[in-house]
T-cell receptor, first 117, second 112 residues
Framework: DSGVTQTPKHLITATGQRVTLRCSPRSGDLSVYWYQQSLDQGLQFLIQYYNGEERAKGNILERFSAQQFPDLHSELNLSSLELGDSALYFC????????????????FGPGTRLLVL | GNSVTQMEGPVTLSEEAFLTINCTYTATGYPSLFWYVQYPGEGLQLLLKATKADDKGSNKGFEATYRKETTSFHLEKGSVQVSDSAVYFCALTHQGAQKLVFGQGTRLTINP
């Protein structure tokens, strides 16, 4: 058990809909990351938050948005869903914001499996 | 840009066989290198890491050495077990950034 929790575990929805994925980081971790795992794209970084502020952005679509709340939990919002958004979405957390170097271990949650029909 | 290339899978071995999964990277400067493992139905777990050249990461009998001259971080284990069956991901973080850049993953199956 990594200490990172994600809800829901599974989500089935229809094209055009909007969903919210939730992540609670390990106790004391200030950074939260979102990754998408799909068969064709592999594991891709979406976005990082550190202590409530956006720190880095990856291949995140404009239809997707995220935020980190004062209690440090994070939500990933996916809207106008398309079939191609079906994937496993992982949240990870790490202690926080070293500006130099990148050797911090990230701890991954179990993921939310999204199926868009 | 930064990238990671892993050997093509899937890999199937018999129990107690020697394992090597190749990983090479492209990055400027001095990235940190990681191996993560994903067991069926679970999230990713850190297996080992190395943060500077010539460092060796090791855990649960697995080892990998950060080789800057060959830009490689190959994963090895001397004697695999059925319980090692999983998908293995090589990854890097670049200096000044914390996002992980992953290879495509290698599915390993160990037969008894």
């Amino acid at each position: 058990d990594s200490g990172v929790t994600q809800t829901p575990k599974h989500l089935i929805t229809a094209t055009g809909q909007r969903v919210t994925l939730r992540c609670s980081p390990r106790s004391g971790d200030l950074s939260v990351y979102w990754y998408q795992q799909s068969l064709d794209q592999g594991l891709q970084f979406l976005i990082q938050y550190y202590n409530g502020e956006e720190r880095a952005k990856g291949n995140i679509l404009e239809r997707f948005s995220a935020q980190q709340f004062p209690d440090l939990h994070s939500e990933l919002n996916l809207s106008s869903l398309e079939l191609g958004d079906s994937a496993l979405y992982f949240c990870a957390s790490s202690p926080g914001g070293r500006l130099a170097g990148g050797g911090e271990t990230q701890y991954f949650g179990p993921g939310t499996r999204l199926l868009v029909l | 840009g930064n990238s990671v290339t892993q050997m093509e899978g899937p890999v199937t071995l018999s129990e107690e066989a020697f394992l090597t999964i190749n990983c090479t990277y492209t990055a400027t400067g001095y990235p940190s290198l990681f191996w993560y493992v994903q067991y069926p139905g679970e999230g990713l777990q850190l297996l080992l890491k190395a943060t500077k050249a010539d460092d060796k990461g090791s855990n649960k009998g697995f080892e990998a050495t950060y080789r800057k001259e060959t830009t490689s971080f190959h994963l090895e284990k001397g004697s695999v077990q059925v319980s090692d069956s999983a998908v293995y991901f090589c990854a890097l973080t670049h200096q000044g950034a914390q996002k992980l850049v992953f290879g495509q993953g290698t599915r390993l199956t160990i037969n008894p």
